[in-house]
């Protein structure tokens, strides 16, 4: 069976590039990579299991999405759209209507937090937990094997239930998460696929031929009888959603159920949950057991229809207490749905369970093993906490839950990389997880933060290479490897504090071994001594300047990365590299292709390990200084040093307001060339100072009081006797952008 390292959005998209004739599509993060793919891969005529190019028109709203979607099954179409958030929010109108016609359709769905009092582009289950009451069935996946194979599910169930489907799996953690999966060849596919129930949908399409009217007004003696009448088809669902499972095993050899439950058979505590804290679950279940613990995880594929039998039958008979757990806040209410679900499922078929429940992961929040653990400790005592949160410290209402530090294993080769939004830092990676996973036999993991202000922010890529499979839905810990692609991240962040003993530390830096004595921190070299690393540089920017690419350092961050690599041969990885480079920029042209592999070819031997052990002045630690500004000092700037996740709930405003005029304190510094003021060119327009998108450069009128020093650089003001003209340059406010060299006239 092939295998491929692929994202979640990606093997979401592949399937449903095979099964759908029409997809409707508009860009929302995190799933606007799966409209993208479609829509290149429909420009090269692409062909699905039908053998057709798919139509994809890119409308002005989600609304129009929806509307589209609507029209297209209406006519007897096999139709699909991509969504999240807000978008999805803006479908509701049409979702009633296609849920409430009996319509076949799938939306997938890379589940993300619906802005409420601040905007966030992370992952949580507010947007599919909104959309529950509008009629469409529900499927979850928790991995990025399982959004293939469950977007191959939901096309497959919504023809044969004629009901539509939401398929919906986290956004970034699992959209945006590599993994190695194995894929189905179309022969298979089509050994599964319902075409009887095609011809049927499709011999009931509204045409000319076939007219019958839709979306008629009912009053109110037959509305609620009409509405009654769809109760039919729902009942089906559980089976057919067993049935099509079946089939897949029957291909793939994967088995899955509505109601997965993994862990002790005579389990005394249970957790039930959806979405990807599931493989953080498994992992967590399977630690427990060691010390004798009995534990068990219920998974929640199916969340709507919700079969409260199924479900039930599903929970070991010895069990005495379930904890759900909610990635979703529902104010006010007197708990969150699938907690509420639970509770109901559990009255009503007479199961005597003692039920409590909890919150985590709101706004992409970090779910981990340690969480999970208390979660289950918590479940495990007495008097049990409830209506908990976890992940969090709640020092205003008490919710949450002590979380010992977190638990690692040494399953795992763990690396990190800190990058510069747009340096190629995240796409090196990504690529290097491909080869790794793709060449060998090793299981890979990919994983990558992003900082809201993307381009020009830092950047965390997380690796993870296993001979096992890994099920470790949270960011990594302890590291084998760290590299650092920006050597003014050092001072500001702490980087290698989690770096494993015997460790390797790569610098990408124009400074040589001399200067690097005296800029390198003390903490930080005391650190590496304590963990016995090595520590290696490489001047990556000054390769890009020579063969002409810029600041593009991707390629040749990547090829040192796999010189020091421990666990794949050198050799044999550098070929990969150059391959994918290959393909990746060959439509650009021959001379591009060439300069990059020129640059991988220079980057073998420039890698130069660095013996710190002999460095006796390195410079102390960075100290900031505090400011006039209280909040700044107490939330924005742990936020920038990377440490907002200890934040406690009492340090922000309840309505998530924050005082204005604060960047101002945001000293980055991450430029790597700063502009300089050539006076003797000055026309004193002003343009750079107008032009300068981060307010770095600043025009200076003042008057001569004839105490001005010499090397003061300054002109006379043109036009305005007894005044000077100054341009001056704050360096840790400049990104290096460029845009004042290009405006400036002279």
């Given at each position: 069976?092939?295998?491929?390292?692929?994202?979640?959005?990606?093997?979401?998209?592949?399937?449903?590039?095979?099964?759908?004739?029409?997809?409707?599509?508009?860009?929302?993060?995190?799933?606007?990579?799966?409209?993208?793919?479609?829509?290149?891969?429909?420009?090269?005529?692409?062909?699905?299991?039908?053998?057709?190019?798919?139509?994809?028109?890119?409308?002005?709203?989600?609304?129009?999405?929806?509307?589209?979607?609507?029209?297209?099954?209406?006519?007897?179409?096999?139709?699909?759209?991509?969504?999240?958030s807000?978008?999805?929010?803006?479908?509701?109108?049409n979702?009633?209507?296609?849920?409430?016609?009996?319509?076949?359709?799938?939306?997938?769905?890379?589940a993300?937090t619906?802005?409420?009092?601040?905007?966030?582009?992370?992952?949580?289950?507010?947007?599919?937990?909104?959309?529950?009451?509008?009629?469409?069935?529900?499927?979850?996946?928790?991995?990025?094997?399982?959004?293939?194979?469950?977007?191959?599910?939901?096309?497959?169930?919504?023809?044969?239930?004629?009901?539509?489907?939401?398929?919906?799996?986290?956004?970034?953690?699992?959209?945006?998460?590599?993994?190695?999966?194995?894929?189905?060849?179309?022969?298979?596919?089509?050994?599964?696929?319902?075409?009887?129930?095609?011809?049927?949908?499709?011999?009931?399409?509204?045409?000319?031929?076939?007219?019958?009217?839709?979306?008629?007004?009912?009053?109110?003696?037959?509305?609620?009888?009409?509405?009654?009448?769809?109760?039919?088809?729902?009942?089906?669902?559980?089976?057919?959603?067993?049935?099509?499972?079946?089939?897949?095993?029957?291909?793939?050899?994967?088995?899955?159920?509505?109601?997965?439950y993994?862990?002790?058979?005579n389990?005394?505590?249970?957790?039930?949950?959806?979405?990807?804290?599931?493989?953080?679950?498994?992992?967590t279940?399977?630690?427990l057991?060691?010390?004798?613990?009995?534990?068990?995880?219920?998974?929640?594929?199916?969340?709507?229809?919700?079969?409260?039998?199924?479900?039930?039958?599903?929970?070991?008979?010895?069990?005495?207490?379930?904890?759900?757990?909610?990635?979703?806040?529902?104010?006010?209410?007197?708990?969150?749905?699938?907690?509420?679900?639970?509770?109901?499922?559990?009255?009503?078929?007479?199961?005597?369970?003692?039920?409590?429940?909890?919150?985590?992961?709101l706004?992409?929040?970090?779910?981990?093993?340690?969480?999970?653990?208390?979660?289950?400790?918590?479940?495990?005592?007495?008097?049990?906490?409830?209506?908990?949160?976890v992940?969090?410290?709640?020092?205003?209402?008490?919710?949450?839950?002590?979380?010992?530090?977190?638990?690692?294993?040494?399953?795992?080769?763990?690396?990190?990389?800190?990058?510069?939004?747009?340096?190629?830092?995240?796409?090196?990676?990504?690529?290097?997880?491909?080869?790794?996973?793709?060449?060998?036999?090793?299981?890979?993991?990919?994983?990558?933060?992003?900082?809201?202000?993307?381009?020009?922010?830092l950047?965390?890529?997380?690796?993870?290479?296993?001979?096992?499979?890994?099920?470790?839905?949270?960011?990594?810990?302890?590291?084998?490897?760290?590299?650092?692609?920006?050597?003014?991240?050092?001072?500001?962040?702490?980087?290698?504090?989690?770096?494993?003993?015997?460790?390797?530390?790569?610098?990408?830096?124009?400074?040589?071994?001399?200067?690097?004595?005296?800029?390198?921190?003390?903490?930080?070299?005391?650190?590496?001594?304590?963990?016995?690393?090595?520590?290696?540089?490489?001047?990556?920017?000054?390769?890009?300047?020579?063969?002409?690419?810029?600041?593009?350092?991707?390629?040749?961050?990547?090829?040192?990365?796999?010189k020091?690599?421990?666990?794949?041969?050198?050799?044999?990885?550098?070929?990969?590299?150059?391959?994918?480079?290959?393909?990746?920029?060959?439509?650009k042209?021959?001379e591009?292709?060439?300069?990059?592999?020129?640059?991988?070819?220079?980057?073998?031997?420039?890698?130069?390990?660095?013996?710190?052990?002999?460095?006796?002045?390195?410079?102390?630690?960075?100290?900031?200084?505090?400011?006039?500004?209280?909040?700044?000092?107490?939330?924005?700037?742990?936020?920038?040093?990377?440490?907002?996740e200890?934040?406690?709930?009492?340090?922000?405003?309840?309505?998530?307001?924050?005082?204005?005029?604060?960047?101002?304190?945001?000293?980055?510094?991450?430029?790597?060339?700063l502009?300089?003021?050539?006076k003797?060119?000055?026309?004193?327009?002003?343009?750079?100072?107008?032009?300068?998108?981060h307010?770095?450069?600043?025009?200076?009128?003042?008057?001569?009081?004839?105490?001005?020093?010499?090397?003061?650089?300054?002109?006379?003001?043109?036009?305005?006797?007894?005044?000077?003209?100054?341009i001056?340059?704050?360096?840790?406010?400049?990104?290096?952008?460029?845009?004042?060299?290009?405006?400036?006239?002279?």
């Open positions: 069976m092939e295998h491929k390292c692929l994202d979640g959005n990606t093997a979401c998209a592949i399937m449903a590039y095979k099964l759908s004739e029409i997809s409707a599509i508009y860009p929302i993060t995190p799933s606007s990579t799966m409209g993208e793919l479609v829509d290149a891969w429909a420009n090269e005529g692409k062909t699905n299991i039908f053998n057709q190019t798919m139509l994809i028109r890119e409308m002005q709203s989600e609304a129009g999405v929806s509307g589209a979607i609507h029209g297209a099954i209406q006519t007897g179409s096999l139709a699909t759209t991509f969504t999240a807000q978008g999805l929010l803006l479908m509701i109108p979702m009633y209507k296609i849920a409430g016609e009996c319509l076949p359709c799938v939306f997938h769905v890379s993300r619906v802005a409420s009092h601040a905007l966030s582009i992370f992952g949580d289950h507010s947007d599919v937990m909104a959309i529950r009451s509008t009629g469409f069935n529900i499927i979850s996946s928790s991995s990025v094997q399982e959004c293939y194979d469950m977007a191959l599910a939901s096309h497959i169930i919504t023809l044969k239930t004629s009901l539509p489907i939401l398929h919906f799996f986290d956004g970034f953690r699992t959209s945006h998460e590599i993994q190695k999966i194995n894929l189905i060849d179309d022969e298979s596919i089509k050994k599964i696929y319902p075409y009887k129930k095609v011809d049927e949908f499709k011999q009931k399409a509204l045409t000319p031929q076939n007219p019958v009217s839709k979306g008629t007004a009912q009053n109110s003696d037959v509305f609620f009888q009409n509405r009654e009448r769809a109760n039919a088809l729902y009942n089906t669902v559980y089976d057919k959603v067993c049935e099509t499972f079946k089939d897949i095993e029957k291909i793939s050899g994967r088995k899955y159920s509505a109601y997965e993994y862990g002790n058979s389990a005394k505590y249970v957790i039930v949950l959806m979405g990807s804290a599931y493989q953080t679950a498994q992992e279940v399977d630690y057991t060691k010390y004798n613990k009995s534990v068990g995880v219920l998974y929640v594929r199916l969340y709507r229809p919700f079969f409260a039998k199924e479900f039930c039958s599903s929970i070991p008979n010895t069990t005495k207490k379930i904890c759900v757990l909610d990635r979703t806040k529902e104010s006010g209410s007197v708990g969150e749905p699938l907690y509420l679900d639970v509770v109901t499922a559990l009255k009503e078929n007479n199961k005597n369970i003692e039920v409590i429940c909890g919150r985590y992961g706004g992409g929040k970090e779910f981990n093993k340690s969480h999970c653990v208390s979660v289950f400790e918590n479940l495990m005592t007495t008097n049990s906490k409830n209506h908990f949160t992940g969090i410290d709640d020092d205003v209402t008490h919710t949450s839950l002590t979380c010992k530090p977190v638990i690692s294993d040494n399953d795992c080769y763990e690396l990190k990389f800190y990058g510069l939004g747009s340096d190629g830092t995240v796409s090196a990676n990504k690529n290097s997880i491909k080869i790794i996973g793709e060449d060998t036999d090793m299981y890979v993991q990919g994983y990558f933060e992003y900082d809201s202000k993307k381009s020009g922010s950047t965390t890529s997380h690796l993870r290479i296993s001979k096992f499979p890994i099920k470790k839905a949270y960011k990594t810990y302890t590291h084998d490897f760290i590299a650092i692609h920006n050597f003014t991240f050092i001072g500001k962040y702490d980087l290698i504090s989690t770096l494993k003993n015997n460790g390797v530390v790569l610098i990408n830096t124009r400074l040589n071994e001399e200067k690097l004595q005296k800029f390198l921190p003390k903490d930080f070299i005391d650190t590496l001594k304590n963990k016995n690393a090595e520590l290696y540089t490489i001047d990556a920017y000054k390769i890009a300047e020579e063969v002409g690419l810029g600041r593009k350092i991707n390629l040749i961050m990547q090829t040192a990365f796999f020091l690599l421990k666990v794949i041969p050198f050799k044999k990885s550098i070929e990969q590299i150059k391959q994918l480079a290959i393909k990746t920029y060959s439509k042209g021959e591009i292709v060439n300069k990059n592999l020129l640059a991988i070819n220079k980057s073998i031997d420039q890698i130069k390990k660095i013996d710190y052990l002999k460095f006796t002045d390195s410079l102390k630690s960075q100290i900031t200084a505090q400011t006039d500004c209280k909040f700044f000092d107490e939330v924005i700037s742990p936020i920038e040093k990377q440490s907002g200890n934040l406690p709930v009492s340090k922000f405003n309840i309505d998530g307001s924050i005082p204005t005029n604060t960047s101002k304190y945001l000293k980055r510094g991450i430029a790597l060339n502009p300089k003021w050539i003797e060119n000055c026309t004193q327009c002003g343009f750079c100072s107008l032009s300068c998108p307010s770095a450069i600043r025009s200076i009128l003042f008057k001569d009081d004839g105490n001005i020093k010499p090397e003061f650089e300054c002109l006379d003001a043109i036009g305005m006797k007894g005044y000077k003209f100054k001056q340059v704050s360096p840790q406010d400049c990104t290096g952008c460029g845009v004042c060299a290009n405006t400036c006239p002279a």
